[in-house]
């Protein structure tokens, strides 16, 4: 498929279908394309689709399935829109926290692929059914936990407003959680103790309160 440069073309990419739940539009918004007037397309259509077809089958829409609604964040962004992201936050500017283009291939931006040579996506989303329980007082862990239990990810990194998180495809999956919610850092990743075996413990009052 041809990068859409017509508004008919944009249109019909936007229709695609990742999942039973999830079409493509959903995930091509962006405050800083939107602000900035920079187009947030991708370049590899094919690659964008297929990188964001798994993302959706195989984590976003288990997710939906127990925990009702997922509102999406932040999730493609173009290499223009994620580089000057990149460049705004180095600069220091507020509101803008893209990583460089080169952590994002296989991330942010779909339709590249990363130093390994994987394909991978990511999106930003929030639970809202979670969201509510986080804050009224339940830890972002039994989230976290679940989703290592449950699903094949490779990467989820909290974040504290509404426990809003990203979550990574990956097709060579790393299996990292990291957070900017106290206990900020590094939750878990191979190599650690607490990487193996059942955390049921975490989110039993997770699933009771649903």
């Known amino acids: 498929m041809k990068t859409p440069t017509s508004v008919a073309a ?8 990742l999942s039973k739940s999830f ?6 918004y962006s405050e800083i394309a939107n602000l900035h007037g920079i187009p947030n397309i991708p370049d590899d259509p094919d690659l964008a689709i297929a990188a964001g077809t798994r993302l959706c089958t195989d984590l976003l829409e288990p997710l939906q399935e127990v925990f009702g609604r997922i509102a999406i964040r932040s999730a493609y962004r173009s290499p223009a829109v994620n580089g000057f992201g990149n ?3 180095k600069a220091g500017k507020a509101g803008y926290s893209c990583a460089s283009n080169e952590a994002n291939f296989a991330g942010h931006i779909w339709d590249r692929r990363d130093a390994e040579g994987c ?13 509510d329980l986080y804050e009224a ?4 862990r039994a989230m976290a936990w679940w989703i290592h239990d449950h699903l094949p990810y490779s990467a989820l990194y909290f974040f ?5 998180f990203n979550i990574t495809w990956r097709e060579q999956p790393v299996r990292v959680i990291s957070s900017y919610i106290a206990p900020k850092g ?5 190599g650690m103790a ?7 413990e975490w989110y039993e009052g997770l699933i009771a309160a649903l």
């Open 87 to 89: 460049a705004q936050q």
């Open 194 to 200: 607490n990487h193996s075996g059942s955390h049921a």
């Open 160 to 164: 504290p407003k509404r426990a809003a």
């Open 137 to 140: 007082g339940m830890d972002w």
């Open 186 to 190: 590094c939750l878990t990743k191979p």
């Open 10 to 17: 944009l249109d019909d990419f936007g229709r695609i279908r």
């Open 119 to 131: 394909m991978g996506a990511t999106a930003c989303i929030v639970v809202p059914a979670f969201a």
């Open 23 to 28: 079409y493509m539009r959903e995930f091509l």
